[in-house]
């Protein structure tokens, strides 16, 4: 094992104390049948920042729009993973992973490029008794991977990854891969490659006072105009 796999395991390792100690476990909004972990106003994510000069935002520990209505989506028709072996691509706190698992998925892998993230993933799944495998890799980078469905939750909210996950999906599709978006109508979606499927009202970014509008599209090679934002 390399020193930065070594590095790797003893950062999940205590995040995953953290998060257990300092995130309560609560219901997650419009999806009753998954509990996750989630930041409150006594979570203390400053003292993370403080220890850790790599700590990013930690979107793992909120809610996002795009992750809420894609797990909301596999939930209500199950048929759409059922059997399947399933990537969750920027999983966060696992969400959509864990909805897999629970729809009848074959396998679930959640990737993710933060080690919180993953260490979120793997106490997100075992609160609701589910099978997700976390793991801490960019596979934008890479290869399509050995799967038979990629969702993705909230990855384009900024040019750059929007960019690099749509060139990634591409060969994903080649490759006869079927590919699920979740997202709010974001700034850097690829709109004319999607079809709409579903619509929910959801919050977004860790709130829960308000919501938007957030779609489940189907990621598709043809010049197809998704449906227009309301």
Request: hydrophobic share 45%.
């Amino acid at each position: 094992m390399t020193n930065k796999q070594d590095h790797n395991h003893a950062k999940i390792a205590a995040a995953r104390d953290f998060i257990s100690a300092n995130l309560p476990i609560v219901p997650v909004p419009s999806i009753p049948e998954i509990r996750l972990h989630k930041a409150g106003p006594q979570s203390g994510l400053w003292r993370l920042a403080e220890q850790d000069q790599e700590f990013g935002s930690p979107y793992w520990a909120h809610h996002w729009g795009g992750g809420l209505v894609l797990a909301r989506y596999l939930l209500d028709r199950p048929d759409a993973v059922a059997g399947r072996r399933v990537l969750d691509l920027g999983a966060g706190s696992g969400i959509v992973g864990i909805a897999a698992a629970k729809a009848g998925a074959a396998e679930v892998i959640a990737a993710d490029v933060d080690p919180y993230a993953i260490a979120a993933t793997g106490l997100n799944a075992a609160i609701n008794g589910m099978t997700v495998l976390p793991v801490l890799t960019d596979l934008t980078t890479g290869e399509p991977p050995a799967t038979d469905i990629i969702c993705v939750g909230d990855l384009f909210y900024e040019a750059a990854l929007a960019e690099r996950v749509t060139s990634f999906l591409d060969p994903c599709l080649a490759r006869g891969i079927k590919v699920l978006i979740g997202d709010p109508w974001r700034a850097y979606l690829p709109q004319s490659r999607l079809r709409l499927l579903a619509e929910y009202a959801v919050p977004d970014f860790g709130t829960t006072t308000s919501s938007r509008p957030s779609g489940v599209f189907a990621f598709e090679t043809q010049n197809a105009p998704a449906k227009p934002r309301r």
